[in-house]
């Protein structure tokens, strides 16, 4: 059983700097993406950053140089350092691990989410 363990968030101003940290338990760790998504307040779940097993990372336009993403393969951890928040990134964040499993699909796995609240 895959586990997603979150730890930072919190409340902040705008301009500060906020890190995340994702440590995933259970999975293949052979063909996987893992990163990180936020829900804003009544709005849809979007993608903030992910990277994959190839070392590939993707943002999202919104974020692209504020936000960076780390991936510690050896210990299957993923980091979102967040810098210059704004309050447009109030949002509760949550980890994700999809492992492509050869022959079978991909298996999504997602963190209980840590709220992140940027005041203006």
């Known amino acids: 059983q895959v586990q997603l363990v979150e730890s930072g968030g919190g409340l902040v101003q705008a301009g500060d700097s906020l890190r995340l940290s994702c440590a995933a338990s259970?999975?293949?760790?052979?063909?996987?993406?893992m990163g990180w998504y936020r829900q804003p307040p009544g709005k849809l779940r979007e993608l903030v950053a992910t990277t994959n097993s190839g070392g590939f990372t993707n943002y999202a336009d919104s974020v692209k140089g504020r936000f960076t993403l780390s991936r510690d393969a050896a210990k299957n951890t993923v980091d979102l350092q967040m810098n210059n928040l704004k309050p447009e990134d109030t949002a509760v964040y949550y980890c994700?691990?999809?492992?492509?499993?050869?022959?079978?699909?991909?298996?999504?796995?997602w963190g209980q989410g840590t709220q992140v609240t940027v005041s203006s």
């Open positions: 259970g999975g293949t760790f052979s063909r996987y993406v």
């Open positions: 994700k691990y999809a492992d492509h499993i050869v022959g079978k699909g991909e298996y999504d796995y």
